[in-house]
């Protein structure tokens, strides 16, 4: 027999590989919005849950450097903050359990992801302006979250330590840290317009909103 697929990649051949998958799935998702149904948020938070494993996975050799923050961010900016948690959760336990490694950090990931989620959705009114998104004060948003996401998973250490460690281990992280904010810039530089115009198109107004619309008219 014939082994053809027996070809051993470069960790740079292997990365880059992984990085033209996951443009090719981006590339996938905006053609597949186009045959969506309008507002439908639902299907829209099952595609960048979609979106959000296959980076997470494909770009685990690059430390710290996934996409999920900012995508966790966006469905918290345009679809609240319940949706936001729902999809952290569903990305942090799939690629955990079937590939990166399930345990007690898990819930630590849900809950970081979980709360950037919810300073998405605390400071929509200010990031999304008239269907615009305000990049400036989204990267800026984004640095914050890299931080914070990376504090919160760190606090799972005190399951196995003492307290004292914490502080140690957060100065010794902090270059992967720095890692995760320069990656979310990236993110929100390459993904953050197109995520964010589609991400538009399928979300539903709250309802004080569309009351108000209607009475203006």
């Known amino acids: 027999m014939y082994d053809f697929h027996n070809v051993a990649l470069t960790p740079n051949q292997s990365l880059l590989l992984n990085i033209t998958i996951l443009s090719v799935i981006v590339f996938a998702v905006i053609r597949s919005e186009r045959r969506m149904d309008d507002s439908n948020p639902l299907a829209m938070i099952a595609i960048l849950a979609i979106f959000g494993i296959a980076g997470r996975i494909l770009l685990d050799p690059m430390p710290n450097f996934q996409p999920v923050t900012v995508i966790v961010l966006l469905a918290g900016i345009y679809y609240g903050a319940p949706r936001a948690v ?54 800026g948003l984004a640095v914050i979250s890299a931080f914070a996401f990376d504090w919160i998973v760190s606090v799972s250490i005190l399951i196995n330590t003492d307290v004292s460690m914490l502080a140690p281990y957060l100065i010794n992280g902090l270059l992967f840290d720095l890692y995760h904010a320069v990656g979310n810039l990236v993110f929100v530089a390459w993904l953050a317009n197109p995520l964010g115009e589609i991400m538009l198109r399928h979300r539903v107004e709250p309802s004080s909103q569309a009351v108000s619309k209607v009475a203006t008219n």
Not at 89 to 111: E, M, R, S
Not at 116 to 123: E, K, P, R
Not at 129 to 138: A, H, I, M, R, V
Request: net charge negative; proline share 2%; no cysteine.
């Open 86 to 139: 729902a999809l952290a959760g569903i990305i942090a336990l799939t690629t955990n359990f079937v590939v990166l490694g399930h345990g007690p950090w898990t819930l630590f990931q849900v809950a970081g992801w979980g709360f950037v989620g919810t300073l998405g959705a605390i400071f929509a009114e200010h990031l999304l302006k008239e269907g615009e998104l305000q990049l400036n004060k989204l990267a």
